[in-house]
């Protein structure tokens, strides 16, 4: 059994260090992340918009999955926690977009979150290369 290379990356945000986690773990070429918020890790800034919230998320995951040679044609699930259900119709548009044609497993509960102005955090699983292998869509009726 060959030993699996595990890479932990920590992008800077306090809350990483003081509750000891890692924003992305990497075990070979499946890559794990942590629940990431809409804020703007350079800026410290937080938007009030549930929207923009959810942009920046998406930067943030994408931004970390580069930076481990992977990007968010990778991700193969999304886990997506929105706290308050009305802003369901107002983040969901922005996931939807960012995931278009890229169409990974896709998780939402509705759940409080770590701090109040949160209004959405998501995180995903991706398996580097993902997005340039051949894909079979299959149609079911359930």
Known sequence: MTTPQITKLNSGSPMETRDSYSRLVVVDNWIFGSLTAGRNYQTRELSPDPAEQARQCIA????????????????VRANIVIPSRED???VLPVV????RGIDPANVLTCAPLSLADFKVEIDITAYRGAGAAPQQRLKVTL
């Open 96 to 99: 939807a977009e960012a995931f």
């Open 60 to 75: 943030n995951i994408k931004g970390a999955l580069e930076a481990v040679g992977s990007g968010l044609a990778d991700v």
């Open 88 to 90: 369901i119709p107002v």
